[in-house]
């Protein structure tokens, strides 16, 4: 198994490609200048894993040519297999839980397991903050507190919860964009000129033609923040519909 780096000057992300996380991984090297080892999961099950891994490369590649103080920083990526993580009846137990109470995608199931499995501690996971969150999706936020890493303000599971349902699935994982928009998120993205990178970010789960759908979840969550220009005219016509 590769060696997992913890020291507190290095950061263990999970990467997407897309643009929560790719704008964290942006954070830790370009200002924080922390090393970083990147983390993807392949789902064999999604549409878009190509895509992702596909945009993961285009990115690393402007980020070496742009940057190239990042060569030294930018650890290989890991690639774990979904299917290849451990059962957990704790974990898998805890998630339905939270399932029957509201809505909470199936990789957080997983993901959990695969830290616990992995021992992994503190891998930063790139959730945004929603200005009108919907009432019916699990909603991190009651559960955390907030802490300073000496780089920047970091949320974790509250101690108080670590030994409920909810700290069950989170405790292992650190969250540190959780106090911020998507349009925060690009005001600094503008602010800092990393628009030629963030433009290479992936978002779309049901790819048509290696163009985003505009009918999935991610393509219509996109159209409503404002990123309706990065869907093809004519599929933006559908994450208009769909977001009425």
Known sequence: MEAVLTDSDHVNLLWTGGWDSTFQLLRLLLIQKRSVSPFYLIDAKRASTGEEILAMSRIKNMLLQNYPHTKQLLCPTL????????EDADITGAYKSIR???HIGSQYDWLAR???EK???DIQLCVESYNNPDKKHFNIDDFLTEQHDGYQDIYYIDDRFR???EGEVFSRFSFPIINLTK??????TNENMWG???NLTWFCHSPSNKKPCGQCNPCVLAYREGFGSRIPFRNRFKAYFRSR
């Open 100 to 102: 029957q109470k509201n």
């Open 183 to 188: 349009s925060e998120m690009l005001k600094n």
């Open 114 to 116: 695969f830290c616990k």
């Open 119 to 121: 021992s992994l501690f």
């Open 163 to 165: 030994d409920t349902e």
């Open 196 to 198: 030629d990178i963030m």
């Open 79 to 86: 690639f774990y297999a979904v299917e290849d993580i451990s």
